[in-house]
């Protein structure tokens, strides 16, 4: 750390920083890659939610043209892609 700090004049760069803190960039990254983790998983909640609530206001015959539905399945869809993208990279 004092070796961080003696080549910076002001505060060493965030990125350095917490790479040092972490004890190196793996740990860095694992730490990364499960809060993307955990963010992406909580969005794919959100938006399943939301897209059973907005299914159940709807009549039956409605569902197919809702651009809210569509938005928020599309949402859920992105959400599990990423989220097993990170979970199969983590693997």
Do not use: I, K, N
Request: glycine fraction near 6%.
């Amino acid at each position: 750390m004092d070796d961080l700090e003696r080549r910076h004049d002001d505060a060493p760069p965030r990125g350095v920083l917490r790479t040092a803190l972490l004890d190196g960039a793996d740990r860095h990254a694992t730490l990364a890659r499960a809060a993307a983790l955990r963010l992406h998983g909580r969005l794919a909640a959100e938006a399943r939610q939301g897209a059973a609530r907005r299914r159940r206001t709807l009549p039956a015959d409605r569902t197919a043209g809702d651009a809210w539905l569509s938005r928020l399945t599309a949402a859920l869809a992105h959400h599990r892609y990423a989220a097993s993208l990170l979970f199969l990279a983590g693997a």
